[in-house]
């Protein structure tokens, strides 16, 4: 059986490489938190989109893992940004689709707002599709 396995990303798998603390390491804080087995929040926390250390083992994963290198950060800020776009769009979509909704019950047989409202729905399944694809980042 493997005792230094849980879920990381390539990225970190590969800067964590084969380190596993040692009995004095686990005692001294010298360790990267499981997040099977540990609050995280104790350990590390976003303050934006960088990671804050709590404790001296976030000190340790944020260094062994560059959690802070500017590559990583530019990568959670286009997530970030991402999100708040698809998210922006998501509810620009619904409130032009209420409106629609509103005037077709006044006009059922309106073609243009029949399309429109075609339209509205492509719109908000796109930025649904988008904001889908960057949370699965």
């Not at 926390?45 to 804050?52: A, D, L, R, S, Y």
Request: with cysteine.
């Amino acid at each position: 059986a493997y005792v230094n396995l849980f879920y990381a990303c390539n990225t970190c798998n590969r800067r964590k490489r084969e380190f596993w603390p040692t009995p004095g390491q686990w005692r001294a804080g010298i360790f990267v938190p499981n997040p099977a087995a540990h609050v995280m929040v104790n350990h590390l926390k976003f303050k934006g989109t960088q990671v804050e250390a709590k404790s001296r083992a976030g000190r340790f994963t944020e260094e062994k893992l560059d959690l802070n290198s500017p590559a990583v950060i530019r990568i959670r800020q286009w997530i970030v940004t991402s999100i708040s776009l698809a998210s922006s769009k998501i509810a620009d979509a619904e409130t032009q689709q209420k409106r629609v909704a509103a005037k077709l019950k006044k006009r059922p047989n309106d073609a243009r707002l029949k399309k429109l409202m075609l339209e509205l729905d492509r719109l908000a399944a796109e930025a649904e599709d988008v904001l889908r694809t960057v949370m699965a980042a």
